[in-house]
């Protein structure tokens, strides 16, 4: 019962991907990262739903559009504990769960003002030196970007 | 190596910093060579580091090289507003080999992907300077006649000092037990720390700099500066606190030297210049023959 009652918050789809598990802050963040602000196809997304993993999570289902694998773990940078369920014809095709990339261009800010990202059209750019809470080495001034600091562009 | 730029220390490998330090050797003993007649090296000083640019410019000309370049922003292009790329783009056009200067951190190593031709990092704002880490361990192996296994004691500004966070990197590769000597508000930062733990090598941290360099083989001493320190009554009480003093110097090792990255303040006092320990002014002079040895590897010559 509990479960068809969330399944009523947001809508099923026919086709396409839910992201699931998805920390409700950092909902806007994921929305950037899959460049879903940009997109035609239908979007529904649900947030501060209860989760017993994160306190409050956010789901978001796109209809019709399936993600490579490279896209999908950008988005965990944000949300490393997202998961992904791939839907045909109202059925759960396929689960997928989101790993950390080694390294990665853009989604990110880096910390240091003085960095040339910052002050240059340069994009910046990140090798990934720690994967549970993530934290981010800039390929340029080499400066650490933590969690905490994170500013999605 | 040839064509391979140098931003970071940690772009060459252990065996290609040994390179280095065995050609520099060579240049040591035959500085005037006429290798790099016909090639062109541009020194592009983004903000003014008169001894640092001097050094490359004395490097290039004793190998029978030319200079162009500039010796800070205000006789370059960047004042009319044009973007990095567009100047190293331009200037990889002039030149066999680009040495830049500026005081934006990474604008190196971004500078070494849009040009067709290697550069060299002559320091990055507070991120690298890898020339300077090059010809340290130039002299920390010359005077010690080894690189593996030795007690070095760095003094002052741990925290923003450059020069001090591409040493210790290096000197990981060589098995070497770290010193730290600051006032608390500019001790090495914790990534350092890690750094070193990950490698599984020993360092101790002091406040106090007293009574504890007698097993030293190298003291690196680096200036302690005001602008570091958001309390000036503060800074006042710490400045005397980091000052190596020839009396100090009773009872150590004799191999022991004392390394400076220059410009000295006050942080060595003028006693020890004539102390035989004090190795500073010859570390100046490695640098040329440790650019040279640089110079050459990367132009492939």
Not at chain 1, 51 to 71: C, N, P
Not at chain 2, 162 to 178: C, G, I
Not at chain 2, 185 to 199: A, M, T
Not at chain 2, 271 to 276: K, M
């Amino acid at each position: 019962m509990d479960k068809d009652v969330k399944q009523l918050k947001v809508s099923a789809i026919r086709n396409g991907t839910v992201v699931d598990h998805i920390p409700a802050n950092n909902l806007f963040k994921v929305i950037t990262i899959l460049g879903l602000d940009h997109i035609d196809n239908q979007i529904t997304f649900g947030t501060n739903l209860e989760s017993k993993l994160l306190g409050t999570k956010a789901i978001v289902k796109i209809s019709d559009r399936f993600f490579s694998e490279e896209e999908i773990n950008r988005i965990a940078i944000a949300a490393p504990q997202a998961k992904l369920n791939i839907i045909r014809n109202y059925k759960v095709e396929e689960k997928k769960q989101v790993t950390v990339p080694d390294e990665f261009t853009g989604i990110v800010k880096c910390v240091n003002p003085k960095c040339i990202t910052n002050n240059d059209e340069v994009k910046p750019r990140f090798r990934v030196i720690s994967k549970e809470e993530v934290s981010l080495k800039c390929h340029y001034c080499e400066k650490i970007t933590d969690q905490e600091h994170m500013v999605f562009i | 190596m040839k064509n391979k730029s140098l931003i970071s220390i940690n772009d060459f490998t252990k065996e290609e910093i040994l390179r280095v330090l065995d050609l520099a050797g060579e240049f040591e003993q035959n500085p005037v060579q006429s290798i790099l007649e016909g090639k062109v090296v541009a020194t592009l000083f983004f903000e003014p580091s008169t001894r640092t640019r001097l050094s490359f410019e004395s490097a290039v000309n004793r190998l029978g090289g030319k200079i162009i370049g500039f010796s800070d922003s205000a006789s370059s292009s960047s004042t009319k507003g044009e973007s990095l790329k567009d100047t190293i783009k331009t200037v990889s056009n002039y030149s066999d080999l680009i040495v830049i200067r500026h005081p934006i951190e990474g604008s190196a190593r971004y500078a070494g992907e849009v040009a067709a031709v290697p550069v060299i990092n002559a320091g990055d704002g507070a991120n690298q300077h890898p020339t300077q880490t090059l010809l340290d361990l130039y002299s920390i192996r010359k005077t010690q006649q080894t690189l593996e296994n030795l007690n070095l004691f760095i003094v002052g500004d741990l925290k923003y000092g450059r020069t001090v966070h591409s040493l210790l990197m290096a000197m990981a590769h060589f098995n070497a037990t770290y010193h730290f000597i600051s006032p608390k508000e500019l001790r090495i930062p914790q990534e350092y720390k890690l750094f070193l733990d990950q490698h599984g090598l020993k360092y101790h941290e002091y406040t106090d700099f007293k009574d504890i360099i007698s097993d030293a083989d190298i003291i690196y001493v680096t200036r302690v500066q005001k602008e570091r320190f958001s309390d000036p009554i503060e800074y006042e009480k710490t400045k005397n606190a980091y000052i190596l003093k020839n009396s100090m110097l009773q009872g150590t090792k004799g191999n022991l030297r004392i390394l400076h990255p220059l410009p000295r303040v006050n942080e060595i006092s003028v006693d020890v210049d004539d102390n035989e320990k004090a190795y500073y002014f010859t570390q100046a002079l490695n640098g040329v023959y440790t650019r040279q040895a640089i110079i050459s590897l990367i132009l492939g010559l």
